[in-house]
């Protein structure tokens, strides 16, 4: 059993209406997906010509087969992932989802 497609899907929608339109060309949130999890990241353009976008990875979902729950994942100084473990995991990815669109915890978003 893989990631659920649906909830991949829910995953890159939520990133894809993270940023206004107008903006995206400063600025995107992306979903960047592997077999296990998904990654949320920030990408902004490069600030010299020929080089390209940066990307900043801010979350990490992380699926489970065994349990079928979704865990969240905060990143630390030196680009490693380390379970969230204020957020309990869940069946339902769109609870993760909705608490990292709060903001309640700056380590997300700073």
């Given at each position: 059993?893989?990631?659920?497609?649906?909830?991949?899907?829910?995953?890159?929608?939520?990133?894809?209406?993270?940023?206004?339109?107008?903006?995206?060309?400063?600025?995107?949130?992306?979903?960047?997906?592997?077999?296990?999890?998904?990654?949320?990241?920030e990408r902004r353009p490069p600030?010299?010509?020929?080089?390209?976008?940066?990307?900043?990875?801010?979350?990490?979902?992380?699926?489970?087969?065994?349990?079928?729950?979704?865990?969240?994942?905060?990143?630390?100084?030196?680009?490693?992932?380390?379970?969230?473990?204020?957020?309990?995991?869940?069946?339902?990815?769109?609870?993760?989802?909705?608490?990292?669109?709060?903001?309640?915890?700056?380590?997300?978003?700073?």
């Amino acid at each position: 059993m893989a990631k659920p497609e649906l909830d991949v899907a829910r995953i890159r929608k939520w990133c894809a209406t993270r940023v206004p339109e107008h903006v995206q060309e400063q600025l995107r949130v992306e979903a960047l997906v592997a077999d296990r999890h998904v990654t949320i990241v920030e990408r902004r353009p490069p600030w010299q010509e020929g080089l390209e976008w940066s990307t900043f990875p801010v979350a990490r979902l992380r699926f489970t087969m065994k349990t079928g729950l979704w865990s969240l994942y905060w990143r630390d100084r030196n680009g490693k992932f380390h379970l969230y473990d204020r957020r309990e995991p869940t069946v339902k990815v769109q609870e993760l989802l909705d608490f990292l669109d709060s903001h309640e915890d700056p380590i997300f978003w700073g």
